[in-house]
C-alpha cells in the first residue's frame, strides 16, 4: 500500500523558481512510474511530466519543456519537480501520481503521461501560485 505526499507549493513571482518535493511511504519505488500533474477548478487534470522505474527516461508537457524537470531517488523514496521561469497560468493544485509498472516499455510511458486514469495512487496535491 503506497501513500504519497506532496510539500513544497507556495506563491512566487512570475519568472522565479520553485521546487516540488514527492515523498512516498508504505513501499519501495523502484517498479513505479511516477508522473506529476495539475488540475485547475473545473478543468481537466493534465499530465505535467514523467519519470521511469529507472529514470533513464523523462516526459514533458511542451507547455513546460526546458523549464521543468523532474527527478527521483528511489532509495530515499522521493520524487522532485524543479519548476524554473514560472509564469502565472503555472498557477494551480499540482498532484504526484504512481503506477506500478515493472519492464514498461518507452512508447507506454510516453502514452501513459497524458492519462491520468492510468495512475492508481495519487497524493493531495499542493498549491502553487505565480503572482507579483
Known amino acids: 500500500q503506497m501513500q504519497l505526499v506532496e510539500s513544497g507549493g507556495g506563491l512566487v513571482q512570475p519568472g522565479g523558481s520553485l521546487k516540488l518535493s514527492c515523498a512516498a511511504s508504505g513501499s519501495t519505488l523502484d517498479d513505479y512510474y511516477i508522473g506529476w500533474f495539475r488540475q485547475a477548478p473545473g478543468k481537466e487534470r493534465e499530465g505535467v511530466s514523467c519519470i521511469s522505474g529507472s529514470a533513464r527516461n523523462t516526459y514533458s508537457a511542451d507547455s513546460v519543456k526546458g523549464r521543468f524537470f523532474i527527478s527521483r531517488d528511489n532509495a530515499k523514496r522521493t520524487a522532485t519537480l524543479q519548476m524554473n521561469s514560472l509564469k502565472p497560468e503555472?498557477?494551480?493544485i499540482y498532484y504526484c501520481a504512481a503506477a506500478f509498472a515493472?519492464?514498461?516499455s518507452t512508447t507506454t510511458a510516453?502514452?501513459?503521461?497524458?492519462?491520468?486514469?492510468?495512475?492508481?495512487?495519487w497524493g493531495p496535491g499542493t498549491q502553487v501560485t505565480v503572482s507579483s
Do not use: V, Y
Request: charged share 10%; glycine share 12%.
Open 110 to 121: 510516453q502514452h501513459m503521461c497524458g492519462e491520468a486514469t492510468s495512475f492508481g495512487t
Open 90 to 92: 503555472d498557477t494551480t
Open 102 to 104: 515493472p519492464a514498461i
